[in-house]
């Protein structure tokens, strides 16, 4: 389930896709499309792991997300901060700094052996622990963190990521099967607005990627990834 957006969350969302934008984390490609591990095809591509090499934009965007993540679930009701490997780590980490959390990691696949195969860092049972990823599509790669987690025990009820597609199906319905809460800072919305205010791509690149978020699968079926069948 994802939080539905506030004036706050527009201007930070915006904000965040400004600096995205700055440091060149953002591509706009409509005539040559990236293909998902998912299956989806787009004209478009962020790289949020570009941010560990920029502190001005890292700094800023984590204090969006401090501010973001108190409002909406308030740094008391976390225990600890857990980051999905490998991109989610970074920002787990530095959310974990600025709040005086302790910090966990989950591995993709388990390595040795018992319930916490999958986790380094230690925590005790019932927990609450946020799962921070770099980014999600339709969410389907959380469920492998998320099960981790609370099969050794943790209570896992949100995940934040600093960037969500916010136009691929199925979203929402893993994230309400899972059972957790969604929090996200820019979605390919964000990006596109800020796109367009600062000039950044070709008025023909911002028509592809536009005609990409009006039907996102279809756009997806017409260019060799997988659609609504």
Known sequence: MA???TDADDAA???TARLLLDIKAVNFRPEEPYKFTAGWASPVYIDCRWVISFPEARQRIMQLAGEK??????FDAIDAVAGGETAGIPYAAWIAEA?????LYVRKKPKGFGRNAQIEGHFDDGERVLLVEDLTTDGGSKVTFIEALRTAGATVTDIFVVFFY????????TMKDLGVNLHYLA???????AAEQGQDFSAEAIDGVRAFLDDPTG???????????
Do not use: Y
């Open 3 to 5: 939080n539905s957006p």
């Open 13 to 15: 969302g915006l904000e």
């Open 69 to 74: 993540l108190q409002r909406e679930i308030g």
């Open 99 to 103: 709040q005086a959390k302790p910090m």
């Open 166 to 173: 916010g136009v691929f199906p199925g979203a929402e319905a």
């Open 187 to 193: 979605t390919w919305q964000h990006v596109l607005q």
């Open 219 to 229: 756009w997806s079926q017409a260019h060799g990834g997988k659609g609504d069948d």
